[in-house]
């Protein structure tokens, strides 16, 4: 079992920065990759960035190239997502999610855990 846990949420204008973190508890094995995921309200979830450490590839969203970076931080088991230039159309809840049977990065049945969710809200 694996427990993960989102900070770092939070409000920011057009323009300005946020950085979420992801810790990642119990069994780190079951966690061979992760990932961000958003959900907007009345949108569907989509994928917003995913790392695969094994193979060291990273995976972004089209919408959030060259804004936002993921990263990982294996000795404190942390997972982070720095997000640069926000804008409006980023204001979404913020998931972490980590699994061990690849099916693609943003597809969500790769992922077997998931965090609580971080509200991000970003004003014009």
């Known amino acids: 079992q694996a427990t993960l846990a989102e900070s770092g949420g939070g409000s920011v204008q057009a323009g300005g920065s946020l950085r979420l973190s992801c810790l990642i508890t119990g069994d780190s094995w079951r966690t061979q990759f992760m990932a961000w995921f958003r959900q907007a309200p009345g949108k569907e979830r989509e994928g917003v960035a995913a790392l695969r450490p094994s193979i060291m590839d990273v995976y972004y969203d089209d919408s959030v190239k060259g804004r936002f970076t993921v990263s990982r931080d294996k000795a404190k088991n942390t997972m982070s997502l720095q997000m640069n230039n926000l804008k409006p159309e980023d204001t979404a809840t913020y998931y972490c999610?980590?699994?061990?049977?690849?099916?693609?990065?943003?597809?969500?049945?790769?992922?077997?855990?998931w965090g609580q969710g971080t509200q991000v809200t970003v004003s014009s």
């Open positions: 999610a980590a699994g061990s049977v690849w099916e693609g990065w943003s597809n969500e049945r790769s992922y077997d855990y």
